[in-house]
């Protein structure tokens, strides 16, 4: 396992972006597969998006799809959410999640699959 670091949190209004990031001190985080989710007031946790290891496949939960885009940098060993168009339900405390994986497996959306977890930050979209 490795240790996750996420970042980029805020306060925002309806409309604007933020960019999330997750990154790690380890080079063997560019054998992970990465997973964004979210946990909002009221809810339960939500898939939100994933990237595979090689970073050539990409899913979205309908919720975002068109609005924000999962990607990584291998160089800098950080994986990426870009967000646009934030609108109050996006409000939650959103985590990055890793497993180490083989080359051609596919991302998933299923949060027991993850065995690493960066601690959280915080997105908050005001109307």
């Known amino acids: 396992q490795v240790q996750l670091v996420d970042s980029g949190g805020g306060l925002v209004q309806a409309g604007d972006s933020l960019r999330l990031s997750c990154a790690s001190s380890?080079?063997?985080?560019?054998?992970?597969?990465v997973a964004w989710f979210r946990h909002g007031p009221g809810k339960d946790r939500e898939f939100v998006a994933a990237i595979s290891r090689s970073g050539g496949v990409m899913l979205y939960a309908d919720s975002v799809k068109g609005r924000f885009t999962i990607s990584r940098d291998k160089d800098k060993m950080t994986v990426y959410l870009q967000m646009n168009n934030l609108q109050p339900d996006d409000t939650a405390m959103y985590s990055c999640?890793?497993?180490?994986?083989?080359?051609?497996?596919?991302?998933?959306?299923?949060?027991?699959?993850?065995?690493?977890w960066g601690q959280g930050t915080q997105v908050t979209v005001s109307s």
């Open positions: 380890r080079r063997l985080f560019n054998d992970y597969a």
């Open positions: 999640a890793g497993v180490r994986t083989i080359l051609t497996a596919q991302p998933n959306r299923d949060p027991s699959s993850y065995n690493s």
